[in-house]
């Protein structure tokens, strides 16, 4: 008998689990262990100390994963730094759209209609062809009990 194999990590998991060694790695503050840590553990952890805002951490690591670039013979241009301009900010809100106007609704005046007629007994049928007279299209029989329900609770 062969013994079953453990289910596989989610991504989720793996996730978390490269989360924690990270912050082990920071707290840790072991230069032996950030030297032989995979890169995708010190990308980690330089986000994980970036978030915290810890210069001390963000600083030591960057320089480790400049090495590594600069190692690998990947060219790394510094740029100058830029102070950040503040800048006024135009918003702008949204026209509101009106209501019940998207391509496939009815008009409130029919919406209005179909109701009435509902209420009065009218079958589905004639209400249909009541809609289709006023719109030049209309919902097929066996959606219209569903559609005046909505219409019910939007319009009144």
């Not at 952890?45 to 960057?62: E, I, N, Q, T, V």
Request: aromatic share 4%; glycine share 2%.
């Amino acid at each position: 008998m062969t013994t079953p194999k453990p289910p596989a990590r989610t991504p989720a998991q793996r996730r978390a689990d490269l989360r924690s060694r990270a912050v082990t790695l920071l707290m840790d503050n072991n230069e032996a262990a950030l030297l032989k840590a995979a890169d995708s553990l010190v990308i980690e952890a330089l986000l994980y100390s970036y978030r915290r805002k810890l210069p001390h951490d963000f600083k030591a690591l960057s320089a480790e994963l400049l090495r590594r670039l600069q190692a690998a013979r990947v060219t790394v241009t510094q740029t100058e730094e830029v102070e950040p301009v503040s800048a006024p900010v135009t918003v702008t809100t949204p026209e509101p759209t009106p209501e019940s106007k998207t391509r496939r609704s009815y008009p409130i005046e029919v919406q209005r209609l179909a109701i009435d007629m509902a209420d009065r007994g009218k079958s589905s049928r004639e209400i249909q062809a009541a809609i289709m007279e006023r719109c030049g299209r209309a919902p097929a029989v066996s959606n219209l009990a569903k559609l005046i329900k909505n219409w019910r609770s939007t319009v009144g």
